[in-house]
């Protein structure tokens, strides 16, 4: 066993031990262990030195490896590498100058030190390592492990100038089967910039036309539904397609519904909707309540609930999940337009609102509620590019285009209208000679000032 060959004193020793805990080799050099400190010395600076040059060279990027599961598990060992040598370290500079042993007092002071550096240097650890294990349970979870259209690292979109994202808000009652889609945005994100349109598109849009195919074949002059319980409106379709298999043949169930959304939207809009996250209403208030809230401004009072029996006061506020979740549905004393601008805005609100440091803190309670409230097609291969788009997002203009009367008739859609609209919209720069145009009603606006 090593021996406090020079004698320490009960201050030495520990002052020794926790120096050696902030730089190594320090209780080495003490007991005349030359090389040796040195060593270690020159290991601590390296490993600092890369642990600085990871975080500053690669700051940008720390949230794209976060959602890489190979990464994820190669953080965890690099970790666990480190936290061990850490610790064997503090041990056994304790070894080399701990009070002698007829020193009963000080052997059991400078033990319980030594015992506390290591738990202050393992308990960090075991957190860390807790978060990556969550970080990478949640992304096998919801996301598939391969995507369909190989992703290059150099050009992940693939040239696309825009990527579009159909973001469904879906509300299954248990007063009724299956899941309605009440809540139906695309947003198109330009792929450099980030400047984002929202389209937004009402629930009750009637006699929708599907693409080319079955679905279009069995409804030729529009989408009716099938009975009483399916009137035939767009929110209708994703169910009705998870309950036909007809109408998307070859696609697994589960997959039916949001396979002919992407595509009826899409050819609604006249733009290619590449993928899609359904979030399920409750669980939203889930994910909004880990977040620690979101900042609101409501503009008018806004009812909610079956008898009435809530109210938002107009102001800005943090909304609970709760408060949220009827900002967004409620449509007493008004409509389903309104109820769709106010959708917008917490999106728009959420967005903006997500901070690293939130979601760190609340990550496991934020990471269970996302698991259970919401579904995608995004592959993981594609989670580092959308990251990264998603920090673009929170800086750029976003605007934003509803499909509502006067606009159109959700009777009698005019969907050539809708689809001029739409490539006005998505105009990046007026033409050469003319001056920007001035939104009008029937124009995107700045969602911002909207939602001021």
Request: hydrophobic share 45%.
């Amino acid at each position: 066993m090593t021996e406090n060959r020079r004698g320490f004193g009960l201050g030495a020793s520990m002052a020794l031990t926790l120096a050696s805990a902030l730089l190594w080799g320090v209780a080495h050099l003490a007991a005349e262990r030359l090389k040796t400190g040195l060593a270690l010395m020159f290991g601590y600076v390296v490993m600092l030195a890369g642990i600085l040059t990871m975080v500053t060279a690669y700051s940008a990027n720390l949230l794209s490896l976060a959602v890489q599961p190979r990464w994820l598990v190669g953080l965890t060992v690099a970790l666990v590498v480190v936290a061990l040598a850490w610790t064997g370290v503090i041990v056994w500079s304790f070894l080399l100058v701990r009070p002698p042993s007829a020193d009963t007092v000080g052997r059991f002071l400078t033990t319980t030190l030594t015992a506390a550096l290591c738990a202050l240097v393992l308990a960090p650890t075991v957190y860390a390592a807790r978060l990556t294990y969550v970080s990478r349970d949640v992304v096998n979870t919801l996301f598939a492990p391969a995507a369909s259209t190989p992703v290059m690292a150099h050009d992940p979109w693939n040239g696309a100038r825009r990527v579009n994202f159909l973001l469904l808000g879906g509300d299954a009652a248990p007063s009724r089967p299956g899941v309605r889609t009440d809540s139906m945005t695309v947003a198109s994100v330009d792929t450099e910039t980030g400047a984002t349109v929202l389209f937004g598109l009402p629930r009750n849009l009637q006699r929708i036309e599907f693409p080319d195919g079955p679905a279009r074949a069995r409804f030729p002059f529009g989408f009716t539904g099938s009975g009483p319980e399916t009137p035939g409106l767009l929110n209708e379709v994703y169910q009705f397609a998870e309950d036909n298999p007809d109408m998307v043949p070859g696609v697994p169930k589960g997959k039916r519904g949001s396979t002919l959304l992407k595509q009826t939207i899409g050819n609604i809009l006249g733009i290619d909707v590449g993928y899609y996250a359904l979030v399920d209403m409750k669980g939203f208030a889930e994910i909004i309540d880990a977040m620690g809230g979101v900042k609101i401004t409501v503009k008018e009072p806004i009812v909610y609930g079956k008898y009435r029996e809530g109210l938002l006061p107009a102001g800005t506020r943090r909304l609970s999940g709760e408060e949220a979740l009827w900002y967004g549905r409620s449509r007493t004393d008004s409509d389903d337009y309104v109820r769709m601008g106010r959708q917008k805005c917490l999106l728009n609100a959420v967005a903006k609102q997500t901070q690293p440091m939130t979601v760190l803190n609340s990550f496991e309670r934020l990471a269970a509620a996302t698991k259970r409230a919401i579904s995608t097609d995004l592959p993981q291969e594609l989670l580092p590019a959308v990251v990264d788009l998603s920090q673009k997002v929170k800086t750029a203009k976003v605007r934003s285009l509803s499909f509502v009367p006067p606009l159109i008739n959700t009777a009698y859609p005019d969907w050539s209208l809708i689809r001029r609209k739409v490539a006005d919209a998505l105009e990046e720069h007026p033409a050469a000679g003319h001056p920007a145009r001035t939104p009008d009603l029937d124009s995107p606006v700045n969602l911002d000032a909207t939602c001021a």
